[in-house]
């Protein structure tokens, strides 16, 4: 049954069609031609399918088996019978400004199977770093005033396993020079403008440096500053030189500097004496770090009620309006309070003191969404709204009129006590004495100005409650000042007027004259 089944011809027979002839034979013509020998030789068709069920399961597990054993010795096989041997050839080649080209072939004698080699480059000088790569050339910018040297190696790793040769290595010698002679602190900025005159560059980047003469430099020393940026070399053609014509610091106008681009910009500064060699300096900017950011544009604000409005224009600049961040500062020149927002927005709204004065700034940045954080620009002009001005004048007025209304009622009200100038002026007229019937009947010009004292303690009495206190005051005893007493009287009587014009002009006074002195 094993062999019927296993022979070529019998799996592409259908199991129904050879049941039916099956069947056929068995009682018509059991050894008729037309009968299959392979169903002849088969005698239960039950244990014919659960055979062939189980070969389509074992297929699969025996080609995922075989596949495993051969990933597992491919594995292995490197460790045992492979060995790395180092590139030859390697050279470094100064290609331009700050740049340097690493070339190295692989080696003939490595032995050559179906794996994948790689390279392992370690810049040793002037700073270590290390990095991977499948090609046999490799370019660095990097500063070459204090030389450069590299190695490379082969690598075979995977998984498993780690495989290296031994190391070759190349450098560059430092350019000669007398140490000190170079120049020294060399910083660099660059600043965006707009070109009407060209569409395809509709913004120009300028460039501008300063260094300082090396200590130890001649004093006919001469220094000339280059650039390279991308593919770009220019030489400077403008100078600012010190007292002893030496070139300190240079212009560039217009040079070939992307202000959104990611290269790296290098400056090399070199110089000439007739005394002894210049030694050079260069040295890697990134853009970001130096990028002197325009200030915002049009910068507006407006007070409406306590509600203070600013608007403003993005900087003049390559990048587009949602690649800035902002900065507002707003400074209350009356009481010195300062208040820094920041926003990605170019509008920003506060509520204010309608009484004050303020003065309002803003600067911009790149946003770290766009490019990497940089540099904020300077602060704008400041611009100023309020009426901060007038409101001293208006308190130092307040106070001056009242101290002096209270000093002109005090020397009167001494003059009117000491010389008796009241009762000169108005006598009064013997008659028996009632103080029920005086007060009714009689004008008391003494009992008037104890009424007006009644008012001066209680301002916010109305004047029936002034008149109804004095009554109980005047009847129960016999006044407020006793006789005999007219200086202490005089001194109550101008501290009252005082307490009196303190609460009406704190009442009324700082809300109207304001208003008066501002309409005028």
Same mark, same amino acid.
């Given at each position: 049954m094993?062999?019927?089944?296993?022979?070529?011809?019998t799996?592409?027979?259908?199991?129904a069609?050879?049941?039916?002839?099956?069947?056929?034979?068995?009682?018509?013509?059991?050894?008729?031609?037309?009968?299959?020998r392979?169903?002849?030789?088969?005698t239960d068709?039950?244990?014919?399918?659960v055979?062939?069920?189980?070969?389509?399961?074992?297929?699969?597990?025996?080609?995922?088996l075989?596949?495993?054993?051969?990933?597992?010795?491919?594995?292995?096989?490197?460790?045992?019978?492979?060995?790395?041997?180092?590139?030859?050839?390697?050279?470094?080649?100064?290609?331009?400004?700050?740049?340097v080209?690493?070339?190295?072939?692989?080696?003939?004698?490595q032995?050559?199977?179906?794996?994948n080699?790689?390279?392992?480059?370690?810049?040793?000088?002037p700073?270590e770093?290390?990095?991977?790569?499948?090609?046999?050339?490799?370019n660095?910018?990097?500063?070459?005033?204090?030389?450069?040297?590299?190695?490379?190696?082969?690598?075979l790793q995977?998984?498993h396993s780690?495989?290296?040769?031994?190391?070759?290595?190349a450098?560059?010698?430092?350019?000669?020079?007398?140490?000190?002679t170079?120049?020294?602190?060399?910083t660099?900025?660059?600043?965006?403008?707009?070109?009407?005159?060209?569409?395809?560059?509709?913004?120009?980047?300028?460039l501008?440096?300063?260094?300082?003469?090396?200590?130890d430099?001649?004093?006919?020393?001469q220094?000339?500053?280059?650039?390279r940026?991308g593919?770009?070399?220019?030489?400077?053609k403008?100078?600012?030189?010190?007292?002893?014509e030496?070139?300190i610091?240079?212009?560039?106008?217009?040079?070939?500097?992307?202000?959104?681009?990611?290269?790296?910009?290098?400056v090399l500064v070199?110089?000439s004496?007739?005394?002894?060699?210049?030694?050079?300096?260069?040295?890697?900017?990134?853009?970001?770090?130096?990028?002197?950011?325009?200030?915002?544009l049009?910068?507006t604000?407006?007070?409406?009620?306590?509600?203070?409005?600013?608007?403003?224009?993005?900087?003049?600049s390559?990048?587009?309006?949602?690649c800035?961040d902002y900065?507002?500062?707003i400074?209350?020149t009356?009481?010195?309070?300062?208040?820094? $927002?920041? +926003?990605?927005?170019n509008?920003? *709204?506060?509520? %204010?003191?309608d009484?004050s004065?303020?003065?309002?700034? @803003?600067?911009?940045?790149?946003?770290?969404?766009?490019?990497?954080?940089?540099?904020?620009?300077?602060?704008?002009?400041p611009?100023?709204?309020?009426?901060?001005?007038?409101k001293?004048?208006?308190?130092?007025?307040?106070?001056?009129?009242?101290a002096?209304?209270?000093?002109?009622?005090?020397?009167?009200?001494?003059?009117?006590?000491?010389?008796?100038?009241?009762?000169?002026?108005?006598?009064?007229?013997?008659?028996?004495?009632?103080?029920i019937?005086?007060?009714?009947?009689?004008p008391?010009? $003494?009992? +008037?100005?104890?009424?007006?004292? *009644?008012?001066? %303690?209680?301002p916010g009495?109305?004047?029936?409650?002034? @008149?109804?206190?004095?009554?109980?005051?005047?009847?129960?005893?016999?006044?407020?000042?006793?006789?005999g007493?007219?200086?202490?009287?005089?001194?109550?009587h101008s501290v009252?007027?005082?307490?009196w014009?303190?609460?009406?002009?704190?009442?009324w006074?700082?809300?109207?004259?304001?208003?008066?002195?501002?309409?005028?």
């Amino acid at each position: 049954m094993a062999n019927a089944l296993l022979r070529p011809g019998t799996l592409s027979i259908s199991p129904a069609h050879d049941t039916a002839r099956w069947w056929g034979c068995r009682h018509e013509h059991r050894h008729d031609r037309h009968c299959p020998r392979h169903l002849l030789l088969s005698t239960d068709w039950n244990k014919r399918i659960v055979c062939r069920q189980d070969m389509v399961i074992m297929a699969p597990i025996l080609l995922i088996l075989l596949g495993a054993t051969e990933i597992l010795q491919a594995d292995l096989l490197p460790d045992e019978k492979i060995s790395l041997l180092p590139p030859v050839n390697f050279t470094i080649k100064v290609t331009g400004l700050a740049q340097v080209l690493l070339h190295w072939e692989p080696n003939p004698d490595q032995e050559q199977r179906n794996v994948n080699l790689e390279y392992q480059v370690k810049i040793n000088a002037p700073k270590e770093d290390d990095y991977e790569t499948r090609i046999t050339e490799s370019n660095c910018v990097t500063i070459l005033h204090q030389g450069f040297s590299a190695s490379v190696r082969t690598i075979l790793q995977n998984d498993h396993s780690f495989l290296a040769s031994s190391w070759v290595s190349a450098e560059v010698q430092a350019p000669p020079g007398s140490p000190g002679t170079s120049a020294v602190n060399l910083t660099c900025t660059t600043n965006t403008t707009a070109d009407n005159y060209s569409h395809l560059r509709p913004y120009q980047v300028s460039l501008h440096c300063t260094w300082l003469v090396g200590t130890d430099a001649p004093e006919d020393t001469q220094y000339f500053l280059y650039y390279r940026y991308g593919s770009w070399t220019e030489e400077c053609k403008e100078y600012s030189k010190d007292i002893l014509e030496r070139n300190i610091a240079c212009w560039f106008p217009r040079t070939f500097i992307h202000s959104r681009g990611r290269d790296w910009l290098v400056v090399l500064v070199n110089g000439s004496s007739k005394h002894t060699a210049i030694k050079p300096f260069d040295q890697l900017f990134a853009l970001h770090t130096i990028d002197q950011i325009n200030t915002p544009l049009n910068v507006t604000a407006e007070i409406e009620g306590t509600r203070l409005s600013i608007q403003w224009e993005k900087p003049v600049s390559a990048f587009p309006s949602h690649c800035f961040d902002y900065e507002v500062k707003i400074h209350n020149t009356r009481n010195g309070y300062l208040q820094i $927002e920041k +926003m990605m927005t170019n509008a920003f *709204i506060s509520i %204010i003191d309608d009484f004050s004065k303020y003065d309002i700034q @803003v600067r911009a940045a790149v946003s770290s969404m766009c490019r990497e954080a940089g540099l904020w620009s300077e602060w704008s002009q400041p611009i100023y709204v309020g009426n901060d001005e007038q409101k001293p004048l208006t308190k130092w007025f307040l106070f001056v009129l009242m101290a002096t209304i209270c000093l002109i009622l005090l020397i009167l009200s001494l003059i009117c006590r000491i010389c008796h100038l009241w009762t000169k002026l108005f006598p009064p007229i013997p008659a028996p004495k009632s103080n029920i019937k005086d007060f009714c009947v009689t004008p008391n010009y $003494e009992v +008037m100005w104890k009424v007006l004292m *009644i008012c001066h %303690i209680c301002p916010g009495l109305s004047p029936l409650g002034a @008149v109804t206190g004095f009554l109980v005051f005047y009847i129960i005893g016999e006044g407020f000042y006793p006789e005999g007493q007219e200086y202490f009287y005089c001194f109550s009587h101008s501290v009252l007027w005082l307490i009196w014009l303190f609460v009406f002009f704190k009442r009324w006074g700082l809300a109207v004259l304001p208003r008066l002195v501002s309409n005028n």
